[in-house]
């Protein structure tokens, strides 16, 4: 949402529509959020689901869509507002493809998110379009989002002409979009759902890995062809990274898994939660990572910060990432060992038995897990540290 | 990239090949959702079977557990748990976790269900195993 803010006024050319507004969300979203969480934290869920209503109106208790009816009702109200306030400082301002595509991104993700009111009593039905607000936000407009930020940044730190990288946008959502969309069939293998998703989804999501290379090429690309020496080198970085991880996380390990007879095996498995975490990591928490890296320092009125800053902040990128592919490998080798123990081999053995098993990989993936956290206390830390600064352009 | 190939092409692409995919998209969920009533058991549903999927939501199974291979990979798939252990084994094991849980391991916490609740858990779960979901999961043990 920072990044939003910080990019459709720059793109525009003109003032947030209403700052006002956009601190009074900011406000109501950050306590309404630790709320919900002391409310997590403080009753047992039944408990909560009671206390919140959730009888008039039955959304709980579904991965991902676990909020408190009064939350979601509250994510409505406050996307809504930020769309408004978003979309009307575009119509005011310079109407630029970047900024066309994030506010598609934006709205779509408040279009889909209302399919998490939708919970019928028929359970297929309820996973049928559950999966319309989760998969097509990941693989459908997030990746809009994330196209937009990346596109920005590399305009501004490469100094590459608007018109290549806009076209480079376009062709990458897509691609995105045509792949991603009948690319939801790969959720629709073992749900109750008729077996041609079988098909329809593989073949879709098998091509959904070309989005995400196209977008490793895209921030390579643009960054050799640069026409100037941005002073802020960690941003460059991340948004490299950002391309390489989210093709690796969500095109690699995604494809891993995603063909039906190889889906039968490993759905449901830790493959899942390797492919989850590296996905996510790459493609969505790099792109913020990469957005705060690049507008911090302009905020506090530089164009980037110090030298000393700066190689602290890549020493959270190489520990962060880093880490990350190890958790991803030690999930992976979790996985491989737990479909042959639970599925594949002639003696199959219980769900318990299995995971005692495969607990040392568990063990090496906390361990990654810690060197992540270290990687990003150090990029916290940078922000704090001093030094010669470039003087804002 | 360059030449002829400009950025408005570019742009009606992107719009057009957005509108005809989920067109497409909308198309296949409508002929899928002709199809359900065939496979997703629909007419038996229950007035306790839906109190067993609420019992289901409210109380987060789906936190630790997976359905049809759905949900958190902490716990066991109860889409076929039916099969692996049968009505009254499923209500003793809920009814028999201890509240303390079980040193060393993960361990489900006591509810503290009602008969009428536990019978209500088992016929979702029922319910949820008769579903014909192309025969995952590919062994009993989930």
């Known amino acids: 949402m920072g990044g939003a803010y910080y990019m459709i006024p720059e793109e525009s050319e003109t003032e947030l529509f209403s700052p006002k507004l956009a601190l009074a969300l900011f406000w109501i979203f950050l306590v309404a959020g630790a709320l919900t969480i002391v409310g997590y934290l403080a009753v047992p869920y039944a408990t909560l689901a009671e206390l919140t209503g959730n009888s008039i109106l039955e959304t709980m208790g579904r991965e991902f869509l676990e909020q408190p009816l009064p939350t979601k009702l509250g994510i409505v109200v406050v996307a809504l507002g930020f769309l408004f306030n978003l979309t009307m400082t575009m119509l005011k301002g310079k109407k630029t493809a970047i900024s066309m595509v994030l506010l598609i991104g934006l709205w779509g993700l408040a279009v889909f998110f209302l399919f998490s009111f939708y919970n019928p009593v028929n359970v297929v039905l309820d996973k049928f379009f559950w999966w319309w607000t989760v998969h097509l936000w990941v693989e459908g407009v997030w990746e809009l989002i994330l196209g937009s930020f990346l596109a920005f940044v590399l305009i501004k730190t490469t100094g590459v002409d608007r018109e290549v990288i806009e076209k480079w946008l376009y062709v990458i959502v897509t691609l995105t979009l045509i792949t991603g969309i009948i690319g939801t069939g790969h959720h629709y293998f073992w749900i109750g759902t008729p077996e041609y998703w079988q098909w329809w989804g593989s073949i879709f999501s098998a091509l959904e890995p070309i989005p995400f290379f196209a977008m490793t090429v895209f921030a390579f690309n643009m960054v050799n062809r640069r026409r100037r020496e941005h002073p802020n080198k960690a941003a460059v970085l991340w948004a490299l990274g950002c391309g390489v991880m989210a093709f690796l996380g969500a095109g690699v390990w995604g494809f891993l898994h995603t063909l039906a007879p190889v889906n039968y095996y490993t759905h449901g498995s830790q493959i899942t939660a390797a492919h989850g975490h590296m996905a996510f990591y790459g493609a969505y928490a790099m792109v913020n990572l990469m957005m705060i890296s690049y507008a911090m320092p302009i905020l506090r009125g530089r164009a980037a910060n110090s030298n000393k800053s700066q190689v602290l902040e890549m020493w959270a990128f190489w520990l962060m990432t880093v880490a990350m592919v190890f958790i991803t490998l030690f999930l992976t080798a979790a996985g491989i060992l737990q479909v042959w123990l639970q599925r594949v081999s002639d003696a199959p053995l219980p769900f318990m038995v299995v995971q005692d098993k495969i607990s040392l990989f568990y063990w090496m993936r906390e361990w990654a897990g810690v060197v992540f956290l270290i990687g990003l206390i150090l990029y916290i830390a940078s922000f704090f540290v001093g030094g010669k600064e470039e003087k804002a352009a | ?142």
């Open chain 2, 1 to 142: 990239m360059s030449g002829a190939f400009t950025k408005s092409m570019a742009r009606n692409i992107f719009y057009g090949g957005t509108v005809f995919f989920f067109l497409l998209f909308l198309a296949l969920s409508f002929d899928t959702h002709s199809q359900l009533p065939k496979r997703d058991m629909r007419q038996n549903i229950t007035p306790q079977i839906a109190e067993g999927k609420k019992l289901w939501e409210v109380n987060n199974c789906i936190g630790c557990h997976t359905l049809m291979g759905e949900g958190a990979y902490f716990a066991p798939e109860l889409g076929n748990v039916i099969v692996r252990y049968g009505d009254e084994g499923v209500k003793a094991f809920i009814q028999s976790r201890p509240k303390e849980g079980i040193p060393g391991r993960r361990s489900m916490p006591q509810f503290n269900f009602t008969d009428e609740q536990l019978n209500a858990i088992v016929a979702f779960l029922k319910h949820v195993n008769s579903i014909n979901d192309a025969n995952w999961p590919p062994n009993d043990q989930g």
